[in-house]
């Protein structure tokens, strides 16, 4: 069983930077560096979207159109943890933050950081 911690959330006024984090435990076998893993977001009334994804292996990384130069994922292999360095923050950013993970074929989530980003 696998579960995925995130951290970082908070209130921060438009302009500002947070800095996310995802730590995953319980499995021996389990790592982002061989899993990958994504970001989506969810705002109230909203549905989730896909931030920014980080794929096994080499590393390729997808993002959003609306977070593109913005957001930043990257995988601490050593830590077992992803993060989401995200600047030039907006009130649209505002969301809960979920990290998941594909593993033996099941998705896997956290239970998500809030992010609230004031004018």
């Known amino acids: 069983q696998v579960q995925l911690v995130e951290s970082g959330g908070g209130l921060v006024q438009a302009g500002g930077s947070l800095r996310l984090s995802c730590v995953a435990s319980g499995s021996a076998t389990f790592s982002f560096a061989l899993n990958g893993a994504s970001w989506y977001r969810q705002a109230p009334g909203k549905e989730r979207e896909l931030v920014a994804s980080?794929?096994?292996?080499?590393?390729?990384?997808n993002y959003a159109d609306s977070v593109k130069g913005r957001f930043t994922i990257s995988r601490d292999n050593a830590k077992n943890t992803v993060h989401l360095q995200m600047t030039s923050l907006a009130p649209t950013d505002t969301a809960v933050y979920y990290c998941?993970?594909?593993?033996?074929?099941?998705?896997?989530w956290g239970q998500g950081t809030q992010v609230t980003v004031s004018p």
């Open positions: 980080i794929y096994p292996g080499g590393g390729n990384i």
């Open positions: 998941k993970s594909r593993y033996w074929g099941r998705d896997h």
